[in-house]
């Protein structure tokens, strides 16, 4: 199982490469199916894979100007105090065992892969749905789109803090829809508030898990393969031409792990 989920990492960097979002939503499931690794351990595992990757994903960017750094303040900081404040002190208070309903016993695990699957399915639908365009230069930029995006960026920042899922997904929408931000420009700066984002929960948690090292580097370094390789593949391939069939295979993913920790 562990090739197969070597493999997957390739995907998940080819994903961040290609659109800019949407492949750390499957590392958690990678980890925990096909590693076999613990719930709660593949949060902390994936915050750093997908950190180091984003990181990596964003230099191409950031070197052809693409990254509005005004953008990842905004949008960022509440980020990086939510996920800092969620992985510190609300994860920790989950207990073991949530409820039990006739006779099923939703645990801390089970909980995160539910909360997990609904992610997954939201974002299928993003990715599904007719894109927004990212012709806007920013120039209705006011104080009130900021509030709506610092706000949603609390949201990821939470999200990401449960789960270790860089949210972008959800922070290029609002990137582009709110603040109107070019699509590429949105791109490189989602990479850039991910990896700010991962890594920041990655090491704030650190702690309190131990961490295989050498396991964990290794599916990074696989993982950073495939974001070049997406990298180099979005230089001839449209990625938003591809991102509704990676849409449809993230809600089957997400269907799938409902289906497995509930009915079976």
Same mark, same amino acid.
């Given at each position: ?22 492949? !750390? ?20 595992? !994936? ?15 950031? &070197? ?130 991910? !990896? ?38 979005? &230089?001839?391939?449209?990625? &938003? ?24």
């Amino acid at each position: 199982m562990e090739i197969i989920g070597y493999a997957a990492a390739v995907l998940i960097g080819v994903s961040l490469g290609l659109i800019g979002g949407g492949g !750390s939503i499957l590392t958690v499931p990678v980890l925990v199916y096909l590693f076999g690794i613990d719930t709660l351990l593949a949060t902390e595992y !994936s915050l750093f894979i997908v950190g180091v990757s984003s990181a990596v994903g964003s230099v191409s960017y950031f &070197k052809k100007g693409l990254v509005d750094f005004k953008m990842v303040l905004i949008f960022g900081l509440p980020s990086i105090i939510s996920i800092f404040l969620t992985r510190m002190y609300l994860l920790p208070l989950i207990p073991e065992e949530l409820l039990i309903v006739k006779g099923f016993t939703v645990t801390k695990n089970i909980f995160l892969l539910l909360i997990f699957a609904t992610l997954m399915i939201l974002a299928s639908y993003k990715m599904i749905k007719r894109p927004a365009t990212g012709d806007a230069d920013g120039s209705d930029f006011n104080r009130n789109k900021a509030l709506l995006a610092a706000g949603e960026g609390i949201i990821v920042g939470v999200l990401t803090g449960l789960v270790g899922a860089g949210g972008g997904f959800m922070i290029i929408p609002a990137l582009v829809n709110l603040l109107k931000v070019p699509v590429k420009t949105a791109i490189g700066t989602s990479l850039v508030i991910i !990896s700010l984002n991962s890594l920041i929960g990655f090491f704030s948690s650190i702690n309190t898990v131990k961490i295989e090292w050498k396991l964990l580097t290794s599916i990074a370094a696989i993982a950073i393969i495939g974001i070049i390789i997406g990298s180099q593949i979005s &230089k001839k391939i449209d990625g &938003k031409k591809l991102k509704p069939a990676f849409g449809w295979f993230i809600l089957v993913m997400g269907i799938y792990i409902i289906t497995r920790e509930i009915f079976l």
